[in-house]
């Protein structure tokens, strides 16, 4: 079982450009949510997806856009970077919406914006 | 609103002593509660959960945790700690009406000494 994986493993990018990042789910999983976490703080929940709809959006602004593949796989786009973007992008995923099954986290990608 | 304190930055035990990683949560409804562990440039690692029924769950490594409704706490611990157990903990609560979002603690740094 492969598990979450993520690519690429590490981005720098330029301020104001635009970058996607890629989640595929673990065997069995439909749902997947993806998360940020900044140096030295807890995962930020961005949003989640299931169904190929976004079914929940945490406090971050539209230039966080994501979309979901009949496959179940992922991607976040982030538009008009910022140097605050810089952080560690998690990856998740889940069977279904129940709220008791654990999440699976992909190794993150790590985003550096200059 | 939902939300996760772990009061401590970071524990420092001996290899062999017993270890706790202090944890409070606050939701309305029955809270889900989750562990997870983060070792160096790597993602979320799942530990334990806490759902409902016995108040003291047993999760992967030795590692368990202890559910407190009155006290709203959810700490984890390991009767006899490893040098390889040194990493960051997070805990993480869903519930309420927050639907399918996990909201994290800040974690904390463990580490063991020989």
């Known amino acids: 079982d492969a598990g979450v994986t993520q690519s690429p493993t590490h981005l720098i990018k330029t301020r104001g450009q635009q970058v996607t990042l890629r989640c595929s789910p673990k065997?069995?999983?439909?749902?997947v949510s993806w998360y940020q976490q900044a140096l030295g703080q807890g995962p930020q929940f961005i949003f989640q997806y299931y169904e190929e709809e976004e079914r929940q959006r945490g406090n971050f602004p539209d230039r966080f856009s994501g979309h979901q593949f009949p496959n179940y796989s992922s991607e976040l786009n982030v538009n008009a970077l910022l140097l605050g973007d810089s952080a560690l992008y998690l990856c998740?995923?889940?069977?279904?919406?129940?709220?008791?099954?654990?999440?699976?986290f992909g190794q993150g990608t790590r985003l550096t914006v200059v | 609103a939902q939300s996760v304190a772990q009061p401590e930055d970071q524990v420092n035990v001996a290899e062999g002593n017993p270890l706790t990683v202090k944890c409070t949560y606050s939701v309305s409804g029955n809270p889900y509660l989750f562990w997870y562990v983060q070792y160096p440039n790597r993602g979320l690692q799942f530990l334990l959960k806490y759902i409902t029924g016995d108040n003291l769950v047993k999760g992967s490594y030795g590692f368990e945790a202890e559910f407190n409704k009155s006290q709203t706490s959810f700490h984890l611990k390991k009767p006899s700690a490893l040098v390889s157990d040194s990493a960051l903990y997070f805990c993480a609560v869903r519930g309420g009406n927050q639907g399918g979002k996990l909201i994290f603690g800040q974690g904390t740094e463990l580490s063991v000494k020989p």
């Open positions: 065997s069995g999983h439909d749902t």
């Open positions: 998740a995923s889940s069977l279904g919406g129940a709220l008791y099954t654990e999440a699976f």
